[in-house]
Each structure stands twice: as C-alpha cells, then as structure tokens.
C-alpha cells in the first residue's frame, strides 16, 4: 500500500483529491499496488469535506510519517512550498508538484537532492496543464534532437486574447472572467506580464538543452500593452496576437524569449483559442510535433498531478533519467541576437514623410498595413527580418519623423 500527502487544497488540490478518489480503483490497477491518500495539508479547515478526517496543519506530521512514500505539493509559490519539497525528498519520500515557479527557480537543485536520494521529483502538472508535455518530450522524442519550441503557455492570457481578438472585449473585463472561472494566478500579474509563461518555457527549455535556464535570464514581456487597434491590424494581416514562449538552440547555445507575437492564420498555434494551450515541438527527426489541450483549470492540471503520483509509485526505490544540471548560464545569448519581422505602429503629423522613411529605415519590402478606424495620422507595418538590436536603432532613428505606438514581433511557426 502507497500512502500519499497532497499539501494544499486550494484549485488543484482539491481537483487532485477529487480525480484520485474518482478514478481509485483504475489507478490501483496501473500501480500495481493498493494506493490511498493518508493526509491533506492545508491552514484552513474543511469540517463539512468527506476527507475531514485526513486534514492536518502541522507539515512535521507528514514528514516524520515513514508510511507516506510520495508528497504532492499542489500549494503554488515558493514559500513554503520550497522548504516541504526539499525535506520530502530529504527524508526519501518522491515529490509530484504542479509548482511551474518552483521548478523554474530551483528544479537544478531540487533534482539533485532526488538523485542522491534515490527518489523521484515529477512535474508533468507545471506546464501545460493536462497537456502530457514533460514526459513526452523527454521519452518519446528521445531520438531527436531538439532545436525549437514555441507554445502558447498561459491559459488565462490566450483566454484574454481570445476574448479582445473575438469579442471585442476589453482587458479587465476578460482577466475577471478569467479569473472566476479559475485559470488565473493568485496573482494575476504573474499571467498577464508573462512571468508564468516565462516559468513553464524555462522548465522545457531545461529539460531538452539538459542544462538549468532560470527566469531572469529570458526576456520576458507580456499582454498589457496589447490594444484593440493591434488586434485590428494584425487582423488585416490574415494573423493573431498571442502571447509565445520560444527556446531555439543555436549550436550548443539558445536564444529564449517570452512575448506578445504575431503568428500567421495557417499556423496551427493561430488556431488556440481560450484557455487551451498548445507546445509546438521541432525534432531533428520528427520535424514539428504539436501538443495541444486545456493549459489550466482544477481536473486538468490535477489530471497530470494524479498521473505523477501513480508514476512514483511504480518507479519507487529509483531516480528517472528526468532531469538537468545546474548552469552558469553563458550558454543563454543576449536576446538582442534574436532575428524576425516587427509589427511596428506608429503615429505621425506628417504621414507621407514618416511613410518615406519607414521604407528607407526598414526596406523596400515593408508591408503597410490598414484598420476600418485607422486614424489619419497613423502607420502600422510588418519590417523585414533583423535583429532585435537593428530593430530598436531603427525605432530610433524613426522617432525624427513619427513616434512608436506599439511594437509585435511576428514569427513564423
Ligand atoms: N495561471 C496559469 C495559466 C495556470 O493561466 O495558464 C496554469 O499554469
């Protein structure tokens, strides 16, 4: 019998506690054992819950318990979520988190401490929500090398752009309905300046490069200053705005990036829509391969919660291959290095001479773009190809003539 803590019954806890008494017997059957849920820690009381009798508040309880063999931190944060982890799998018990910031910030250790231990630390549940991405990745696309990913990694943002790119609506309005429907962070800045999608790229980035790329080493930008008018233009343009993570391998050095991209109609990442969330993978082999499903939400990422904790039971006693080393980051490239078109918008007193010199600055093949409501005084063009550092003196020497409104990159997946 394998007795398993869930610490934290908030969204994903609960839906933990819930697919796993659901779906019991089936579970047992792939374990190859009898399984059961001992404790469930969390500071609030639950006295009407059918699994009363399994609260606890004291952490101690469930690490100087020798019967739990598997801990599933589903708490969110780093504190203290970081101090629970590492002591379960100091004390030998194997941890399932769905904790995307703890991985990010602190996976290269974390994984260690299993490896020397014996135990394992899954997180199938930190990116993608119920998409399998982590396991796939690092199982079947074994024989590939892999050298790009993008995804749309963040529910709630594709949720808001979906709602302003559909509907119309505007942006708060959106983050509310986000919000109550339960796809959004505690705190919402998380999802909308791109920080947790930073987290989840980092996580696969890790995972495929094999070495530890932190959040503050990836230009991270999110949706907020994503407006109805881009919406429009990018529309003209046979495309949407969605919010990317990339890591592109670059010899034995990447270049990674979180931010608002234009991506054209016929790709299959323009196509997500709401909160699904979908992970393009490209294998030296296999060429793209394209994940796709619900990205957040309680059964979802539960789903993938519950699917580690049967895994560690079946590979108790063993320390997968699932894992990376700790970097000093030199491998990492400055993101100015980063080469694709720009969506640029600008406004201009003088239209026809900033048009000019929008073609002299950006190239002939400069496409301008047009809305139903553009105003008199504004442009809005797709550059040729450059760098990121190109593209920046070029707004630069733009600003004589007209000022920058706005600026989406585009990219060609
Ligand atoms: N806030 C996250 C999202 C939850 O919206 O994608 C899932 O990680």
Redesign the pocket.
């Known amino acids: 019998m394998a007795k398993i803590a869930v610490l934290g019954y908030g969204v994903v806890g609960s839906g933990t506690v819930e697919v796993f008494y659901k779906n019991k017997e089936n579970l047992e059957k792939k374990a190859g054992e009898p399984l059961d849920i001992k404790y469930i820690l969390d500071v609030r009381d639950f006295p009407d819950s059918p699994y009363s009798d399994k609260f606890v508040k004291d952490f101690d309880v469930i690490l100087n318990d020798p019967e739990v063999s598997v801990v599933s931190e589903v708490i969110g944060g780093i504190k203290p979520a970081y101090d629970f982890v590492k002591s379960s799998l100091e004390a030998g018990k194997s941890v399932v988190t769905s904790n ?1 910031e703890l991985v990010a910030s602190k996976g290269a250790e974390l994984l260690k401490i299993a490896k020397e231990k014996n135990v394992n630390f899954f997180f199938e549940a930190s990116v993608g ?1 119920g998409i399998p991405i982590i396991r796939p990745i690092h199982t079947c696309l074994e024989a590939n090398q892999i050298d790009d990913i993008a995804g749309i ?5 594709n949720f808001i752009l979906t709602k302003m790119i559909r509907d119309g609506m505007g942006f708060d309005e959106a983050l509310k309905i ?1 919000q109550e429907l339960g ?3 505690r705190n919402p800045t ?2 909308v300046e791109g920080i ?1 999608a930073c987290r989840k790229i980092c996580i696969l980035a890790s995972l495929v490069f094999g070495k530890h790329v932190y959040p503050d080493s990836v230009h991270t930008e999110g949706i907020t200053k994503v407006t109805l008018e881009d919406v429009e233009y990018i529309d003209s343009y046979d495309s949407k705005i969605k919010l990317i993570g990339c890591a592109q391998r670059h010899g034995d050095e990447i270049l990674i990036g979180v931010f608002p991209a234009v991506i054209r109609n016929e790709s299959q990442l323009a196509g997500v829509s709401d ?1 699904f ?1 979908a992970i393009l993978v490209h294998g030296d082999a296999t060429g793209d391969v394209v994940f796709y499903g619900k ?2 939400g309680k059964l979802p ?1 539960a789903s993938a919660v519950v699917s580690d904790i049967v895994s560690a039971v079946k590979h108790r006693g063993t320390s997968r291959s699932l894992t990376w080393n700790d970097s000093d980051q030199s491998f990492v490239r400055p993101f100015d290095e980063f080469v694709c078109a720009n969506y640029i918008r600008v406004s201009s007193n003088d239209v026809k001479t900033a048009k000019n010199t929008v073609v002299k600055l950006f190239g002939e093949k400069t496409e301008f773009l047009s809305s139903k409501k553009q105003p008199e005084n504004e442009l809005a063009f797709i550059t040729e190809a450059r760098s990121e550092k190109e593209i920046k003196e070029l707004c630069g020497k733009l600003s004589a003539d007209a000022s920058v409104l706005g600026r989406i990159r585009v990219l060609d997946y």
Do not use: I, R, S, W
């Open positions: 995307k929500g990694l963040n529910g709630t943002t986000a796809y959004a962070e998380a999802d947790d909160v969330n990205g957040a990422t």
